[in-house]
């Protein structure tokens, strides 16, 4: 099983990225889907889940209205649009993949965890 996230870059304040994990040897319809994120210094972060057969999303209170994720059955990918960057998203960004998601406990998230992109909210 492999997950490779992809996507990251230096973005200024108010700007977008998508990030896209791409998936090989599982099927991610049948797995949720997790996004988590560490910045330099910091503890490990949920920031949204995207639960198996698209039952549902859930979101981290600080990326709440502003990320979206989204399931490409087909290419067997997951993305994260990120919308309204700040400063304060910069970390780097990895994809797991598990049967549940711990947004909430995310140094607790088990499963298949891919290589991780950067992101640089900066002015």
């Known amino acids: 099983v492999q997950l490779q996230a992809s996507g990251g870059g230096l973005v200024q304040p108010g700007g977008s990225l998508r990030l896209s994990c791409a998936v090989s040897?599982?099927?991610?319809?049948?797995?949720?889907i997790g996004w988590f994120r560490q910045a330099p210094g910091k503890e490990r972060e949920g920031v949204s889940c995207i639960l198996s057969d698209n039952i549902g999303t859930s979101y981290a209170d600080p990326v709440q209205g502003r990320f979206t994720t989204s399931r490409d059955n087909a290419k067997n990918a997951v993305y994260l649009q990120m919308n309204n960057l700040k400063p304060e998203d910069s970390a780097v960004y990895y994809c797991?993949?598990?049967?549940?998601?711990?947004?909430?406990?995310?140094?607790?998230?088990?499963?298949?965890w891919g290589q991780g992109t950067q992101v640089t909210v900066s002015s």
């Open positions: 040897g599982l099927t991610v319809r049948q797995f949720a």
């Open positions: 797991v993949a598990d049967v549940n998601c711990a947004v909430e406990d995310p140094l607790n998230q088990k499963g298949y």
